[in-house]
């Protein structure tokens, strides 16, 4: 397999790397890759033209049988690519589109991978039936070209997009009917956010011992899973994993999952995590950002995670740079359970905002109050002395209700 890119500067070297990443992820074994400076991208071929043949005697000496493109080309330029090459054309879309195929477990998964599919493959519908008989999802060749048959085929893709979205909107409104009977329980909901490979997943299970699936693997996890994590200052908070984000991620995925992305514009804060040891962490931070701010997240309370400390080996610069520009974030190894403490403390005081700062006065035999009390607030301080117990306490706003007659008064959060 062979690899090509075209875009400018020391970016484009870490972008192919990604994209061998991706390739191997998706299963393949990547022979070679190539570079191509040009000002502007060739209209019917992406790459000039004696670039292309040099490739592609390349590739008939290693007996390659795709080429990826890191790059998006237009399905003219994949299908002429094709004829030059002849094998296989991807670009960096088809490629995340195929691996979201490979993982997908759950119908949810499994419908919006098959709508990102169907929109990709839709304006790609020209005359060409190779691509039509190689997709997966049950649209298979039919005899016969022509027009006719084309203007059918689109519209059993539309029919079956209309199909899906309908599907999906049904999923929709069961996620958000389970969001509500969560916030019934009155719990902080927090996402956890980030790049793939980022730790994203390991961290869930350091917090909440859960087993979700971590792997040293990109987009290792596609549905969200929720669990709930009870902090030492007794708040509750329901933890997110999530699908991970990448650079260029492409916009009819972003669209398809947005469903499963619904959790992240929902949350009351986001954990964002980050691999410190990548050496494109930063560039990672800023393409997570980007992803947040397409799905409608940007702004939201965020905790800076800078995992993977371990694997620092003394050079912390890129560290220092990230803590310098976020000094709220919190340095963690979500392997060894490093600065997980710290990381608790941390999300505690972030949530505290979410929560009024009070004093009550409660009878001393109103024990049952009291109880509920110590359940659903974070008590601060409490003195049992006179006839009523005094208490300081952190108190969600809709159980305030409950508490009304013990108040005493409104205290500045510290
Ligand atoms: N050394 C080290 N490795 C870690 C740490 N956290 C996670 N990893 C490893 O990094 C890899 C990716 O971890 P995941 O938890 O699957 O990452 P993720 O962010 O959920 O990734 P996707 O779901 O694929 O987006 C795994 O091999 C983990 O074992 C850490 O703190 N230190
Ligand atoms: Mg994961």
Redesign the pocket.
């Known amino acids: 397999m062979e690899l090509k890119a075209r875009t400018n500067g020391w970016v484009t070297r870490d972008s192919l790397e990604e994209l061998s990443e991706l390739a191997t992820t998706a299963g393949a074994e990547v022979i070679g890759e190539g570079l191509q400076k040009l000002a502007a991208p060739c209209a019917s071929t992406f790459m000039g033209k004696g670039k292309a043949d040099e490739f592609a005697l390349h590739c008939r000496r290693a007996d390659v049988d795709t080429v990826i493109f890191d790059d998006e080309l237009s399905p003219a330029q994949s299908r002429n690519l094709e004829k030059v090459f002849n094998c296989k054309v991807l670009d960096r879309t088809s490629l995340i589109l195929d691996i979201f195929a490979q993982r997908a477990r759950t119908r949810e998964g499994k419908l919006q991978i098959e709508l990102a599919q169907l929109q990709h493959l839709l304006p790609r519908l020209t005359g060409f039936w190779g691509h039509l008989s190689r997709q997966k999802g049950g649209i298979g060749m039919r005899g016969g070209e022509g027009e006719t048959q084309l203007e059918t085929d689109r519209r059993r893709v539309q029919d079956r997009i209309a199909r899906i979205e309908r599907e999906l909107e049904v999923v929709r409104r069961q996620r958000s009917t389970q969001r509500q009977a969560r916030q019934r329980n009155h719990w902080a909901l927090a996402s956890i956010v980030?790049y793939?490979?980022?730790?994203?997943?390991?961290?869930l299970n350091k917090l909440t011992g859960s087993g979700v699936?971590?792997?040293?693997?990109?987009?290792?996890?596609l549905d969200p899973t929720t669990r709930r994590l009870r902090l030492p200052t007794n708040q509750n908070v329901l933890l997110t994993?999530t699908?991970?984000f990448i650079r260029k991620l492409p916009h009819g995925l972003v669209e398809a999952f947005k469903a499963t992305l619904e959790e992240v514009v929902q949350a009351d804060l986001l954990l964002h995590?980050v691999d410190v040891?990548h050496p494109q962490a930063s560039e990672q931070v800023q393409a997570v950002g980007e992803v947040l701010k397409e799905i409608g997240a940007e702004g939201k309370p965020t905790l800076m995670v800078f995992?993977?400390?371990?694997?620092l080996n003394g050079s912390q610069a890129s560290l220092a740079r990230l803590l310098e520009l976020h000094p709220h974030g919190v340095a963690?190894?979500?392997?060894?359970g490093e600065g997980v403490p710290a990381l608790l403390a941390e999300l505690g005081s972030q949530l505290r905002p979410l929560r009024e700062f009070l004093e009550l006065s409660v009878p001393h035999d109103q024990a049952g109050i009291i109880a509920r009390l110590h359940e659903v607030g974070q008590v601060v301080e409490r003195n049992y002395e006179g006839k009523t117990a005094r208490f300081k306490a952190r108190i969600p706003s809709h159980f305030h209700n409950e508490f009304a007659p013990f108040f005493v008064r409104e205290l500045q959060n510290a």
Request: proline share 0%; no cysteine.
């Open positions: 980030g793939t490979n980022a730790g994203k997943s390991t961290l699936l971590a792997e040293d693997k990109l987009f290792a996890t994993d699908v991970g995590v040891s995992n993977k400390v371990d694997r963690i190894s979500a392997a060894t």
